[in-house]
């Protein structure tokens, strides 16, 4: 299959040329290449471009979870007959094991696993070993360990009508691919038996395949609809993944508990020889019982910890990882795509991985806890990374010194397809005199607040500290400003409200820190104020100023004020560099007779749900799905949960937290928790619709 973009779009602005350059970037071979592109310049459709352009399965690593969810969306908008998909750590909660030798603290590992990430992980891989026309959208977590494609793809089981395959050894072969028996309902990775059938839930998806058995030979395979248990259709074959990426045959599990015997026996007697008597005992104790573990049932807690020898990998030798899924050329070299995004910070996380795993896992070899070859399973180095990965672009606004010395071409984007040029900056010192009569930063802020506000603006306001941002918010507001802070503190949903309500106008301005940096996208703000520009650190480096000065970027008005005493390095370079763009921007407009756009969008989000007018629409919407399903509750939250869990697997996070309070908000009632919601139920049974099928919920 082949990636073909949907989009009403075409390639404007600087898109067209930086296409260009990166495919013939990649066409001669380059090994590294820098896209350059402004805030609002249209990025992601660009990579879509080349992705079109070149047909190469493609790796996009973001620096966290809540990007590269982003990213995956956008790309499943642009292809969405391709496989787009999603792969991040799955811990909700994640506890490594430790060994603090100084209060001499033992911390066991402790997880809680994403059964619906766990489910996405599965579907990336084996997207990759089944199709061409792939692009993985991943976080950083995608250099450590998962297990050997090889194995993955050997233990792969194709049922197929006709063959010859009894009950018994269908549901033995399902044991062996780490599949679970259940009698209760299915989940991902369990099946059960039924009659003559097996029932089995595949690991990356939430459908039934029923395989239908008449004696000792396949009858029937089935896809079946796990809420209404609806046949969906009928299959004359079915290939089944393995449940977990960690997966053996018999033999490795046997040649595995062979090596780690002998490993074990090797470490001990070295403890033995220092004196370390109690390590001694720890290690023999631990291993020993694990060795059992794994050959009665194949699998103990920390089987991750023996992937060498699982894998028969060598000492030292660079784990298997999601980047060991993607095609090869018949020499070995990679055949595919990565694109890094927002590169200046992606990039030094890839680096930092190994360190601090490295650290960690020595002291608990050390002392006792685990054999040396749990070192080997850990995240890539920065060597082994790059030494994996083939061609790659890298994607920033601010790209660092690395990508600039490494690529073998600097492809920029500054034109925006809207005609927006980069804010004017504007340099007024931090402190006032009595002498020129300034008032110093707080107070020429206040000014231009109240000038910005009269024009229809909005404000932003940068602070060092968390701190800072509560006492100014309070200053602004007995000067009567309605203004908001905005740190971490901060909770994720109160975040949501707050700028949805500076953007409505209910605020006038909104004081941060480091998150009004990256990642808001407010096209009403027309001036960014930086407190103490002039001071040295992270948040005052060239990269953050040019950030926090593209959050201007998004109005035809923008305009940002530096306070600073006196011009810094970075000060100079981001002012330097902010005005080469805007010159460039301008004689682009002048030539093509384009006049700035400011950008529109929309000022919905999905905390309205939290209004209680909102609430009783949503209670009589329910009321009337409920008579769908005969008044059972019960049936109607279950198929709530499965349009949750759908949204949810196509990235569409919105509608599925929706759907989510919906479910909250059916179990309430149920129970009757407030009078107002029983009176909303009374009003809403007066006057149902009449009942109609039931689709995903709109957003709202």
């Known amino acids: 299959m082949d990636f073909r973009i949907h989009s009403q779009y075409q390639p404007a602005g600087d898109q067209p040329d930086a296409i260009d350059a990166l495919v013939s970037g990649l066409e001669r071979g380059q090994t590294k290449q820098t896209l350059l592109g402004v805030t609002g310049s249209g990025k992601t459709f660009t990579i879509a471009n080349v992705i079109e352009r070149t047909q190469m399965p493609t790796l996009v690593i973001a620096h966290n979870k809540t990007l590269a969810a982003q990213l995956a969306q956008e790309f499943r908008e642009f292809f969405p007959d391709s496989a787009v998909h999603y792969f991040v750590s799955y811990y909700d909660y994640y506890q490594p094991e430790a060994y603090v030798a100084v209060t001499d603290t033992y911390i066991e590992k402790d997880a809680q696993i994403n059964e619906e990430i766990d489910r996405l992980r599965h579907s990336s891989t084996q997207a990759l070993l089944t199709r061409s026309d792939v692009i993985i959208v991943a976080s950083v977590s995608c250099i450590y360990g998962l297990g050997s494609p090889a194995e993955y793809k050997s233990m792969h089981q194709q049922f197929s009508v006709g063959d010859n395959e009894s009950k018994r050894s269908i549901m033995e072969k399902m044991i062996a691919r780490q599949y679970t028996r259940t009698n209760a309902d299915l989940l991902p990775g369990t099946f059960r038996s039924v009659g003559n059938m097996v029932e089995i839930m595949p690991i990356q998806e939430k459908s039934i395949i029923r395989i239908g058995t008449l004696g000792s030979r396949i009858s029937s395979i089935e896809r079946i609809n796990a809420i209404t248990n609806v046949i969906e259709n009928q299959l004359d ?5 393995p449940a977990k ?26 403890l033995h020889t220092e004196g370390k008597l109690l390590e001694y005992e720890r290690l023999k104790r631990r291993t020993n019982y694990d060795i059992a573990m794994i050959r009665e049932v194949g699998y103990c807690s920390g089987i991750e910890n023996y992937s060498r020898h699982f894998s028969g990998k060598s000492a030292g030798e660079a784990p298997d990882t999601l980047i060991s ?3 090869r ?18 990039v030094p996380q890839i680096g930092a991985m190994y360190a601090g795993d490295r650290s960690r896992k020595e002291n608990l070899v050390e002392f006792g806890f685990r054999l040396p070859s749990a070192l080997d399973n850990r995240p890539l180095t920065a060597t082994e990374f790059w030494g994996n990965v083939g061609q790659t672009i890298f994607v920033s606004a601010t790209p660092s010194t690395y990508e600039r010395d490494h690529s073998e071409q600097v492809v920029e984007q500054i034109i925006r397809p809207t005609g927006l040029i980069d804010p004017e900056i504007i340099i007024r010192p931090v402190t006032g005199g009595t002498d020129d009569g300034y008032p110093g930063q707080v107070h020429d802020c206040i000014r231009e607040i109240g000038d910005t506000v009269t024009s229809g603006g909005r404000v932003l306001a940068t602070t060092l500290t968390k701190q800072m941002a509560e006492d100014l918010t309070l200053y602004l507001k007995e000067k009567k400003i309605r203004a908001a802070y905005l740190h971490s503190d901060v909770q994720t949903l109160d975040r949501i409200k707050i700028l949805t309500q500076l953007r409505r106008g209910e605020y006038d301005c909104l004081v941060g820190v480091n998150l009004l940096r990256e990642g808001l996208d407010l ?11 002039d001071k040295q650190g992270f948040l005052r480096s060239e990269t953050a100023l040019i950030q926090t000065i593209g959050r201007a970027a998004r109005n035809s008005d923008g305009r940002v004020i530096l306070y600073a005493d006196r011009m810094t390095d970075n000060i100079v370079s981001a002012v330097r560099e902010t005005d080469r763009r805007r010159d460039i921007q301008r004689q682009y407009n002048s030539d093509n007779n384009i006049t700035p756009l400011t950008i529109i969008k929309s000022t919905h989000d999905i905390t309205q749900l939290m209004s209680s007018d909102h609430e009783k629409t949503v209670i009589t919407e329910l009321e009337s799905d409920l008579t769908v399903f005969g008044g059972d509750r019960e049936a109607l939250i279950a198929h709530k949960k499965i349009q949750m869990e759908t949204a949810a697997s196509e ?5 599925a937290a929706i759907i989510r309070d919906e479910i909250a908000l059916l179990a309430s009632i149920e129970k009757g928790e407030t009078k107002e919601k029983k009176r909303a139920i009374r009003k809403a049974k007066q006057d149902l619709p009449e009942p109609t099928l039931i689709g995903k919920r709109k957003k709202r």
């Open 325 to 327: 899924y993607f095609p």
């Open 329 to 346: 050329n018949s020499d070995g070299s990679p055949a595919f795509l990565t694109v890094i995004d927002e590169s200046h910070v992606t």
């Open 523 to 533: 096209p009403e703000v027309t001036l960014v104020c930086i407190f103490d520009a």
């Open 651 to 655: 990235l569409d996070f919105e509608t």
């Open 237 to 241: 074959t079915i290939l089944l993944f």
């Open 245 to 270: 990426h960690f997966v053996a045959t018999q033999d490795d599990r046997e040649r595995a508990i062979s090596t780690i015997k002998a490993e074990l026996e090797q470490r001990l007697t070295e």
